[in-house]
């Protein structure tokens, strides 16, 4: 497992993303992991609200197999690189 491996998948799944989600709700999946991403970096404790636009948005994702397949790739990734050693 590798930084190059974690930056292959990543790049595969928001191609992935592109190719199912409209512009709109690319947009609107951009904002929400942005603000997960600023909740994360501050260490907030507090779990964000989705809106219903985040959520079908979400769900979309989720029902594409592909999508759901690199997601999870990828957080295994993600996982396995932050373990403490």
């Known amino acids: 497992m590798s930084a190059n491996e974690i930056a292959m998948v990543s790049q595969q ?15 609107c999946y951009d904002a929400y992991h942005q603000r997960l991403q600023d909740t994360l ?16 948005v ?5 029902r594409d197999t592909q999508a ?8 295994i990734l993600l996982r ?3 373990s403490p050693q």
């Not at 799944?13 to 947009?27: G, P, S, V």
Request: hydrophobic share 45%; net charge negative; no cysteine.
């Open 41 to 56: 970096a501050r260490h907030d404790p507090t779990s964000i609200d989705v809106t219903r636009d985040e959520q079908a």
């Open 13 to 27: 799944f928001r191609r992935r993303l592109e190719a199912i989600l409209t512009a709109d709700e690319l947009a």
């Open 80 to 82: 396995i690189s932050t």
């Open 58 to 62: 979400l769900e979309a994702i989720a």
């Open 68 to 75: 759901a397949a690199l997601r999870a790739q990828l957080d």
